[in-house]
């Protein structure tokens, strides 16, 4: 479950990426509310590891780092 907060609505892209810089799942693109959200990755079909997440909204860009544990 990844868990992120809005201060105002806006355009975010919510994307994972895997070592290599990969696109490997898109998990939200589009005009989000403000406030508190959740989206679940579901991560079966890919292998443990470390993956990065990217998330874009208005001019900011943050990446986090996780590591997949199966």
């Given at each position: 479950?990844?868990?992120?907060?809005?201060?105002?609505?806006?355009?975010?892209?919510?994307?994972?990426?895997?070592?290599?810089?990969?696109?490997?799942?898109e998990?939200s693109?589009?005009?989000t509310?403000?406030?508190?959200h959740?989206?679940?990755?579901?991560?079966?079909?890919?292998?443990?590891?470390l993956?990065?997440?990217?998330?874009?909204?208005?001019?900011?860009?943050?990446?986090?780092?996780?590591?997949?544990?199966?």
């Amino acid at each position: 479950t990844i868990k992120y907060g809005l201060p105002r609505d806006s355009d975010v892209s919510l994307s994972v990426f895997d070592v290599q810089g990969r696109l490997v799942s898109e998990l939200s693109k589009g005009f989000t509310t403000a406030g508190y959200h959740e989206i679940i990755w579901d991560a079966t079909s890919f292998s443990s590891g470390l993956y990065f997440i990217k998330c874009s909204a208005n001019s900011k860009v943050i990446t986090q780092k996780i590591v997949l544990i199966k």
